[in-house]
């Protein structure tokens, strides 16, 4: 089956404790990217790549990190989380490099809260 | 102007009603406009999209209008359903798919 997965779904930590959030899809696409999801905001893009190693700044960059060594895996990486980062994350991923397609299908989000 | 401006924030429609949802954009270079649907607990998955060179585009109960001199589009949800309860997303794509705020949407049965 087609998807994109994230782990782990729900996590509670503290401020300063790093965590990574996992994300990989299944069906080769190039494209891949973050979002957070707040009340009232919509969906604000973190990071996205445009395909292996090549990574770069959305929206709402600061205080994130990600890699991409492989084409199926994008993790992101809070290094020093504070509460302000709590919110529901979403990660995403597209066939087209280049530029972002506009289909883009959505892993089933982790809600995390940064006490 | 990367933004698009998406209303009303939240909508209530009697069952068999139909919802419409507006947005705006600014910037013309924007060539591919999708909307989202996210249910509660999942990630939000397209539902409909449509290109700046036609007018509408149906897909069973859900049409976009597209007003290119008025830099607008919107969703209409003909027959709506209590299934149709969730949150709604436009967007607009240039080199990146900027996202409009969300509209809540309720079908009251």
């Known amino acids: 089956e087609a998807q994109v997965t994230q782990n782990p779904r729900y996590l509670i930590t503290v401020t300063g404790k790093k965590l990574t959030v996992t994300c990989s899809q299944n069906?080769?696409?190039?494209?891949m990217s973050w979002y957070r999801q707040d009340p009232g905001l919509g969906l604000r893009q973190i990071y996205y790549?445009?395909?292996?190693?090549?990574?770069d700044k959305g929206d709402v960059p600061e205080g994130y990190k990600v890699s991409r060594k492989e084409k199926r895996n994008f993790p992101l990486i809070l290094e020093s989380p504070s509460p302000n980062q709590t919110s529901l994350y979403f990660c995403?991923?597209?066939?087209?490099?280049?530029?972002?397609?506009?289909?883009?299908?959505f892993g089933p989000g982790t809600r995390l809260t940064v006490l | 102007q990367q933004q698009v401006k998406q209303s009303p924030q939240s909508l209530i429609v009697q069952k068999g009603g139909i919802s419409i949802i507006n947005c705006a954009y600014e910037?013309?270079?924007?060539?591919?406009f999708p909307w989202y649907q996210q249910f509660p607990g999942k990630g939000p998955a397209l539902l409909i999209a449509?290109?700046?060179d036609v007018s509408e585009k149906k897909e069973g109960r859900f049409t976009i209008s597209f007003n290119k001199s008025a830099k607008q589009f919107s969703l209409h949800i003909m027959d709506s359903q209590p299934g149709d309860s969730a949150t709604y997303f436009c967007?607009?794509?240039?080199?990146?798919?900027?996202w409009g705020a969300g509209t809540k949407l309720i079908i009251k049965p």
């Open positions: 995403a991923s597209s066939i087209t490099s280049g530029r972002a397609d506009g289909a883009q299908y």
């Open positions: 910037n013309t270079a924007f060539d591919y």
């Open positions: 790549s445009m395909n292996v190693e090549v990574t």
């Open positions: 967007a607009a794509l240039n080199y990146q798919l900027i």
């Open positions: 069906m080769n696409h190039e494209y």
């Open positions: 449509i290109r700046p």
